[in-house]
């Protein structure tokens, strides 16, 4: 297979996890209240670690010594993920708070990649990336009503944007040496160990009906086992920063889904930068083609 139709895979494969990861907001709306945003956050990591330890138990074992300081910093980046996105959503709203924290993180990993690894992505990512990060805004502000604009949901989901694309900048690493499943089970594993006491102390003891174990398990078997382990995959085949753009297939998902299944109005602005975010990908799309071939 030649690189051109590996890194096709690639980008096929996250796009997919991110069509999936869209339907993480309208899925926690339907959470009862009373369940806390941490534990939403935390149960997530616990089930998530469950599906890939299912997966785990039957992949061929890897040779070497497991590097455990980037296992240890990519789990903890999720759980920093997982609190704050949630936490950030719950204040500053589905359509702000996703905006702002999948919208920061490609500019996160492009500086990261700048700066830790002296090495500038190409001019062309830059350019779809902006182009797509100004046209989620765009999402986000053509929505109107739904906004809730705070310095600490601001702040929370910026911290989430930062995780993320540390996370995915390491994960590229990781998945190469261990594969999918067994990097998963060991980043989830952790994160979700360090998000449970977290919970309980933000969040209080656990509040949870049968309704609202329902949405966690959905929240963690598809929206986090089943997308994660395609992002993963996808990795292997694309650079971390084209890896962490793609995601903001997310909002574009998240944003059909508001149209057609909840059936909620939409301004011209907000179709304008759908049209914004797909135009951007499809740049890094090409960008990353270029490079593999």
Same mark, same amino acid.
């Given at each position: 297979?030649?690189?051109?139709?590996?890194?096709? $895979?690639?980008?096929?494969?996250?796009?997919? %996890?991110?069509? +999936?990861?869209?339907?993480? /907001?309208?899925?926690?709306?339907?959470?009862?209240?009373?369940?806390?945003?941490?534990?939403?956050?935390?149960? $997530?990591?616990?089930?998530?670690?469950?599906?890939?330890?299912? !997966? %785990?138990?039957?992949?061929?074992?890897?040779?070497?010594?497991?590097?455990?300081?980037?296992? %240890? +910093?990519? /789990?903890?980046?999720?759980?920093?993920?997982?609190?704050?996105?949630?936490?950030?959503?719950?204040?500053?709203?589905?359509? =702000?708070?996703?905006?702002?924290?999948?919208?920061?993180?490609?500019?996160?990993?492009?500086?990261?990649?700048?700066? @830790?690894?002296? $090495?500038?992505?190409? @001019? !062309?990512?830059?350019? /779809?990336?902006?182009?797509?990060?100004?046209?989620?805004?765009?999402?986000?502000?053509?929505?109107?009503?739904?906004?809730?604009?705070?310095?600490?949901? @601001?702040?929370?989901?910026?911290? *989430?944007?930062?995780?993320?694309?540390?996370?995915?900048? #390491?994960?590229? &690493?990781?998945? !190469?040496?261990?594969?999918?499943?067994?990097?998963?089970?060991?980043?989830?594993?952790? *994160?979700?160990?360090?998000?449970?006491?977290? *919970?309980?102390? +933000?969040?209080?003891? =656990?509040?949870?009906?049968?309704g609202a174990w329902g949405v966690v398990l959905f929240l963690g078997l598809v929206s986090t086992?089943?997308?994660? =382990?395609?992002?993963?995959?996808? =990795?292997? &085949?694309?650079?971390?920063?084209?890896?962490?753009?793609?995601?903001?297939?997310?909002p574009v998902t998240a944003f059909v889904l508001a149209v057609w299944v909840v059936g909620e109005?939409?301004?011209?602005?907000?179709?304008?930068?759908?049209?914004?975010?797909? %135009?951007?990908? !499809?740049? #890094?799309?090409?960008?990353?083609? $270029?490079?593999?071939?």
């Open positions: 297979m030649t690189d051109s139709r590996h890194s096709a $895979r690639g980008i096929a494969l996250v796009l997919l %996890a991110a069509m +999936l990861w869209g339907t993480t /907001g309208t899925a926690q709306s339907l959470a009862p209240v009373q369940l806390s945003p941490y534990w939403v956050g935390a149960l $997530r990591l616990v089930i998530g670690s469950g599906f890939f330890a299912l !997966l %785990a138990w039957g992949a061929p074992g890897r040779a070497g010594p497991w590097p455990w300081a980037r296992l %240890a +910093l990519a /789990g903890a980046c999720i759980a920093a993920y997982n609190l704050s996105f949630f936490a950030g959503v719950k204040q500053s709203g589905v359509a =702000l708070g996703t905006a702002i924290a999948i919208g920061s993180g490609p500019i996160w990993a492009g500086l990261l990649q700048t700066v @830790v690894a002296r $090495r500038l992505p190409p @001019v !062309l990512w830059w350019l /779809g990336t902006l182009v797509s990060v100004a046209g989620g805004a765009a999402m986000a502000l053509g929505q109107g009503g739904g906004l809730h604009l705070s310095a600490a949901g @601001v702040a929370l989901c910026l911290l *989430a944007g930062l995780a993320y694309a540390t996370y995915t900048l #390491v994960n590229k &690493h990781l998945v !190469l040496q261990l594969g999918p499943a067994r990097t998963n089970l060991a980043v989830f594993a952790s *994160a979700a160990a360090l998000s449970v006491p977290v *919970a309980w102390a +933000l969040g209080g003891a =656990l509040q949870a009906g049968a086992g089943l997308s994660y =382990l395609l992002f993963s995959s996808g =990795l292997r &085949h694309i650079s971390g920063t084209t890896g962490v753009t793609l995601a903001l297939g997310e109005p939409q301004q011209l602005a907000a179709y304008l930068g759908l049209a914004g975010v797909i %135009a951007g990908l !499809l740049l #890094v799309v090409w960008a990353e083609l $270029r490079a593999a071939r």
